[in-house]
């Protein structure tokens, strides 16, 4: 693999790598949240307006931004029954064939959330509840995760065309 690719696909997998560990430290905040709306709406009788409302909008992005890395590890849900019976050399076309249909997915998903989001900010959209906090940076998330999936995507799609293995995931 030419050095110059070989920086593209280990950049886009630590960045990556980095906002799973940021997504998944999104639980530190998700969970006492709920945990305060539960203990305050069950044992003192006075939900808040915001503890389960934060939760709900933060899911999203724990979820879209661990999602690219995820791709990398291989996490995602796959016909493994199928490619394990497949020679490796046709396994490994529709390996390829995956990487394309991920990228255009992740194209068309780009084309149609990114207006969404500038609509939003433009709009000011908010939630409409007593809380009522803006959308937009959680609605970002979107094209933001697709736009590193695809990126990801490439980068797998670079080290499967060049047949490099897979580096740990340490």
Known sequence: MPSVIRTYVRAVTALNRALFMLAAALMLVIVPSMMAEVISRYVFH?????????????????F???????????????????????PPRIGHWVEIFNQLVILFFCGVMLYYATPLVLQSIEYGETTFSAWNPPLW?????VPAAMLLLGLQSLAELA???????KESAA
Do not use: Q
């Open 64 to 86: 879209l931004l661990g999602g690219p890395y995820l791709l990398h590890l291989g996490g995602h849900v796959n016909m493994d029954l199928f490619r394990n019976r497949m």
């Open 159 to 165: 080290r499967l065309c060049f047949g490099e293995k």
């Open 46 to 62: 006075a939900p808040t307006v915001w503890g389960m409302e934060l939760a709900v909008l933060l899911f999203g992005p724990y």
């Open 137 to 141: 940076p959680y609605k970002i998330a």
